[in-house]
């Protein structure tokens, strides 16, 4: 496919140009900042290559869809989102975060790793292969929404509005993804799925002097106990039914754990940890990482926090948490589970004071379209990529995707320097090159049918 | 004695001027505010009257230590304080809290329930019965410190210093109190003690996603356990030896706490709760709130606490916690066999990061000093006060008197809304002229020696 590559590397300048200015426009979703200029530039690019872009209205930030016919009627999915994380703490960063700059072969701005450098990658390797071979072998439906740093709170609207084209797509680009820390290029074919509770306890009408502790109810107390409840030392999470639909690894998807070369020390002492939970290590590692479902506390406030001493006795305790959930546990059944759990313990005073969700989604390393995806990493990068049935992190697969058994795979530019969602998030040019020949080159292994 | 009493009424405005000048003269030991200036202004006005003041220098604000004779060689403690407590939050009073104000009958201003105005009142109460007299009874040794809204942080090397003159008092008369929610004059013989301590446990080296949970351990979790194993439900403190040296009430004790009409209702209502800790009620209520050693969640504080959901695995998690101790738990030994506990546990990982205590003192209502204080309340206020062998709540007593055997009687001009360390601090007009009356009352029981 050289005819294809010698347009992206004649194209690169172009591109960078294009990627630049992408970056150059704030599209903070949190902060409502940018999002329609965001969009109506991005437009403007998908339709300068050949794109057919419509904005699919949701009650939040519109959702681009760009369509391109190919030679055959099938058609591939991509997935984007043109929002940002917000850049704050603003001052932590070497360059400003709105100001694209190149520094020793590395591209710095907010974005630029998640994901607009993904995007403008996509849209060079549409354009050098149309430019080498006048159509693509098959079409692109490329789905690109506002709101994933928000947690995708109306893609579900865009769902159901177009479920009949979702549901035929031979197969989909996901977002994120690049180099791992042993910089292997690294596929990822789902991710686990997610509930996000609050939990509250409320105590007496006004926070009182801790005197008072002897004979009034305390609702951190209760609330700590209510935790211990849900899961002790033992890690085993209590609620009835946690695992009984854990769906256990395939044959297939275990070969997948076997091959990954997980950099445990590396790990370990980045996060500063003398060990592993439980002194997990090897197999078991890696299987509980991406197996595993969690119950973890994000936050737990009560009472007084600040300096020395204050003797409170306080009126609320709250805690957020989140299960990081496997095939096929489901949101809905859990936060049903841990209502009865806490009622059946005694705990009808912990109050779930709101939740959210999306589903787990595990790939099937067989899938062709998943064979096609590796065979062009192969090509590109010259090693076997890394390829996980799952990451141990959410998105909205389930949703867009695995409901309809439309396979994925992760196709991005970053490495494991890249920040995201950090100050100086980075990209290596090198990584972008290689994420335009990539795309290209999936395009090239659907040539073959 | 209607002898000292014509005088108190006829002294009274000028009381009132030289209460009001020390109100208006901020002394917030928190914020080093105005210190100096207030022991100045009091050194001035107990000399006025007759006293000779000496500054006893401390590590911290000093103590001031009033000295008159009197008839006979054996004399009586005063125990008061000239800080006050921050006044913030300013915007909440109805006028300013360094600006004494009088409406319907109360004086409003930051300090005058807790402490100056049964400083001035015991002023007043003294220099009447010189007018009247010419001499006390006794002679009195007045402690007043500048740090007691701080923790009494230094008071135990004033205690060292002069530990000969405070081990041959005959009483004291203690700091706070007046009348209670149902306008009965009441008086406490002693407090609880206390052990506060804040509890750490570190995690990894910083928030990590908590995608992470699967395979880091979390030092909310780790908490929560630690925190199950100190106390369940069951609200029974699980540290080997806790309960062992709790003495409880002697037959003179308990026949107070019988005679205690404590407005289980009110409180009830006030406190917005539909019920006490395990349903208590009545004399158990009674018991428990005043000798009942208590296990307090101050303060839990780990990871995302603000709005909606924030995905992360905190890198630490603290709690702050106050054990309210009653005779004769001692801190210092409860704090070890918190460390015991803890690591017998398995939660060697749970470090006690600082502690802080006081030992806890209750009294003995058939000493002769306390029999006249009850004598010199019904006197002047024409009903039986309430008198607790002690206070749920904490102070010094048994470092400054305690210790030494020497027996406290509160003597406050507080009622149930004063509201102290809040805003719109107040006493009535009336409380406080029979505050002074009191005074005049004691000295004047003693008379018969």
Chains 1, 2 share one sequence.
Request: proline share 8%; charged share 25%; hydrophobic share 40%.
């Amino acid at each position: 496919m050289n005819d294809v590559l010698t347009q992206v590397h004649e194209g690169l300048e172009r591109t960078l140009a294009r990627l630049k200015r992408a970056l150059a426009q704030p599209s903070i979703a949190a902060q409502n900042l940018g999002m329609a200029e965001m969009a109506e530039l991005l437009t403007g690019e998908l339709r300068s290559v050949g794109f057919s872009v419509e904005s699919v209205p949701t009650q939040g930030a519109p959702v681009l869809l760009a369509r391109l016919e190919g030679r055959r009627p099938d058609y591939l999915l991509f997935y984007n989102h043109y929002d940002v994380q917000p850049p704050e703490p603003v001052e932590l960063w070497t360059s400003p975060p709105f100001e694209p700059t190149v520094r020793e072969g590395k591209l710095y701005a907010r974005g630029v790793a998640d994901n607009k450098g993904a995007i403008f990658a996509r849209l060079a390797a549409v354009e050098s292969y149309l430019r080498a071979r006048g159509r693509l072998p098959v079409g692109i439906a490329w789905v690109i929404e506002g709101e994933e740093e928000i947690g995708s709170v109306h893609l579900h609207q865009f769902v159901e509005a177009r479920a009949e084209l979702l549901r035929h797509a031979l197969g989909c680009l996901w977002e994120a993804g690049g180099r791992n820390a042993t910089d292997r290029y690294e596929i990822a074919l789902g991710c686990k799925g997610i509930l996000y509770v609050e939990l509250r306890v409320r105590g007496a009408a006004r926070d009182l002097h801790s005197a008072m502790a002897a004979i009034v109810p305390n609702p951190a107390w209760r609330l700590a106990w209510a935790l211990e409840n849900l899961k002790g030392p033992d890690e085993r999470v209590q609620l009835p039914g946690f695992y009984e639909s854990v769906r256990p690894p395939t044959p297939a998807q275990r070969a997948l754990l076997a091959a990954w070369d997980y950099p445990e020390d590396e790990v370990r002492q980045l996060y500063g940890i003398p060990a592993f939970l439980e002194g997990l290590t090897g197999p078991a590692l890696k299987e509980r990482l991406l197996f595993g479902p969690t119950c973890n506390i994000c936050g737990f406030h009560s009472g007084y926090g600040g300096p020395g001493s204050k003797t409170v006795l306080p009126a609320e305790a709250v805690a957020k948490l989140d299960f990081r959930l496997v095939p096929d546990q489901a949101p809905e059944e859990i936060v049903k589970a841990l209502r009865a759990h806490l009622d059946a313990q005694g705990f009808t005073d912990v109050e779930i004071a709101w939740w959210e969700g999306e589903r787990p989604f595990a790939g099937d390393p067989e899938r062709p379209f998943v064979q096609k995806a590796v065979r062009a990493a192969e090509r590109v990068y010259s090693h076997k990529p890394t390829v996980l049935p799952l990451m141990a992190g959410t998105g909205p697969v389930h949703l867009l995707c695995g409901q309809f058994g439309v396979p994925i795979v992760t196709a991005g530019v970053g490495y494991a320097d890249s920040r995201a969602h950090a100050p100086d998030e980075n990209i290596r040019l090198a990584d972008f090159v290689q994420g335009i020949e990539y795309v290209a080159a999936v395009l090239d292994e659907l040539e073959q049918g």
